[in-house]
């Protein structure tokens, strides 16, 4: 049986990181998902200061869910390439070193085939990453937004086996148009870890806007069924940014995902 484990995307309580953690332990979360352009920066951080942070979620009870490192542009765009492949680099050290495996990052919108060079791009430098990663021990998962999931599965086929991993976000494929469920799917083996949002589509508007968990299209249970097919094992997160009320709905969203 899937076992819920919850985490709390530090971010979406827009508190400083001490409280923040604070507050989500009181939450009841097990784990934080950590900011590593605005929180924790990699290159502002030593040792000494990994092991600082390390110590106080120790203290807390708490782990990491993942790192999120979201780049200003993607892997398909040639400018500036390789710094921002050596920035994610030391955030996949980072991540190792404060416990987790995981690094969230938008990769870019995935080329079309026809699109040889930014796909090509795109593909050496995912390729690249993955080996770092299976040096170090942490992995860039892709979040799920832009793209669907089959779109995204077959990427995921043209690298090395191992390269990359997914972070399905159902929120964002909603408001992208797509479906989480044919995501979790098409993508269950890669799936590196979840983020628990929601989303629903403003007919009148004709975009999607994020809501309260359990509120929009993202079927949940279906979702974490599609997941235990595939033995997922790791950290459900809640993210709730789009709020006035984040710390509440986040309270809510842990007790929903408690009672599934």
Do not use: W
Request: aromatic share 4%.
């Amino acid at each position: 049986m899937l076992q819920i484990k919850v985490g709390v995307q530090l971010a979406s309580l827009g508190l400083p990181l001490k409280q923040g953690l604070l507050t989500a332990r009181e939450l009841g979360a097990e784990a934080v998902e950590i900011d590593a352009r605005h929180e924790l920066r990699p290159e502002e951080l030593s040792q000494t200061g990994v092991r600082q942070v390390r110590k106080l979620l120790d203290d807390l009870n708490l782990r990491v869910s993942c790192l999120s490192f979201r780049t200003r542009r993607g892997y398909h765009v040639a400018d500036d390439l390789e710094a921002r492949i050596d920035a994610t680099k030391r955030a996949l050290r980072l991540a190792y070193d404060l416990g987790t495996n995981v690094v969230v990052n938008h990769i870019g919108r995935v080329p079309a085939d026809d699109d040889a060079g930014p796909l090509g791009t795109m593909v050496q430098a995912l390729a690249d990453l993955g080996r770092y990663s299976q040096r170090v021990g942490a992995f860039l998962a892709a979040e799920t937004a832009s793209e669907s999931g089959a779109v995204l599965a077959k990427l995921i086929e043209r690298l090395p086996p191992g390269s990359i991993g997914v972070d399905l976000n159902p929120a964002q494929l909603i408001i992208h148009g797509h479906s989480p469920l044919d995501a979790a799917k098409a993508l269950g083996p890669h799936v590196m870890h979840v983020h628990a949002n929601d989303a629903a589509r403003d007919v009148s508007a004709g975009r999607g806007i994020e809501v309260q968990l359990g509120r929009g299209s993202a079927e949940f249970p279906e979702l974490l069924g599609a997941l235990e097919e595939h033995q997922y094992r790791g950290y459900i997160t809640i993210e709730r940014r789009d709020s006035t009320r984040a710390i509440a709905d986040v309270r809510q969203a842990i007790e929903f995902l408690r009672n599934l």
